[in-house]
């Protein structure tokens, strides 16, 4: 029965990953149990920990500096997704984040939530040089660019956030694992994102800051 159980569980997985994401899959994907299986080769690629530690530095326009230090976890889905949480202090809530290969854009997607309001970046990726770059349009004209570098212990990026093509803020995040140990090939053993839920922090609640 168990069997059985889980191979409904991956077939009813399978069929959402040929869907267009929604909040309501979005909603479904984190709340599915973490599996083992490989990776498809685009997220492999992407070296990545289970646990890990981030610090976070947002500079405003106003002057207003807020940095926080969280923990971050990840999971794999069905080899298609990976599904990011960090425990914020500063919006006092879980934040969360889905990351897929989007076939037709041959580059990778990241989806956050707020509300019922799906925010989507879209990154790439070089696997040889481990340096990402992402772009994000969402709300009432916010538009970030993101850069960041990666190695097998350490991730930092740097996001500069516009408002109807005005600077509206820069935030600078470091992820490491939250115990040493080393990166392995297989990126779904491990965990840090080179493409960061960071992205998702602002987009998803950027309009409340304002």
């Given at each position: 029965m168990k069997a059985l159980c889980a191979c409904l569980l991956l077939l009813i997985v399978e069929i959402a990953c040929s869907q267009e994401m929604t909040p309501e899959r979005f909603r479904q994907l984190v709340a599915t149990a973490g599996d083992t299986n490989a990776l498809r080769p685009e997220l492999a690629a992407l070296p990545f920990w289970r646990d890990a530690k981030c610090s976070i530095?947002?500079?405003?326009?106003?002057?207003?500096?807020?940095?926080?230090?969280c923990t971050q976890t990840a999971k794999t889905i069905a080899g298609r997704y990976i599904v990011f949480s960090m425990d914020s202090q500063y919006y006092k809530q879980t934040m969360y984040a889905v990351a897929g290969y989007d076939e037709k854009a041959s580059?990778?997607?990241?989806?956050?939530?707020?509300?019922?309001?799906?925010?989507?970046?879209?990154?790439?990726?070089?696997?040889?040089?481990?340096?990402?770059?992402s772009t994000a349009r969402y709300g009432d004209g916010f538009m970030e660019i993101c850069a960041g570098i990666c190695s097998d212990t350490e991730m930092t990026d740097h996001t500069v956030v516009y408002k109807d093509g005005v600077l509206y803020m820069t935030r600078d995040a470091k992820t490491c694992p939250a115990t040493a140990r080393k990166v392995e090939p297989d990126g779904a053993a491990n965990g840090s994102q080179p493409f960061s839920l960071e992205t998702n922090r602002t987009s998803s609640t950027a309009g409340s800051r304002r």
């Open positions: 530095t947002m500079k405003y326009q106003d002057g207003k500096i807020f940095k926080e230090d580059a990778i997607r990241q989806w956050g939530l707020f509300g019922d309001t799906l925010t989507e970046a879209t990154m790439i990726f070089d696997p040889k040089t481990k340096v990402s770059a």
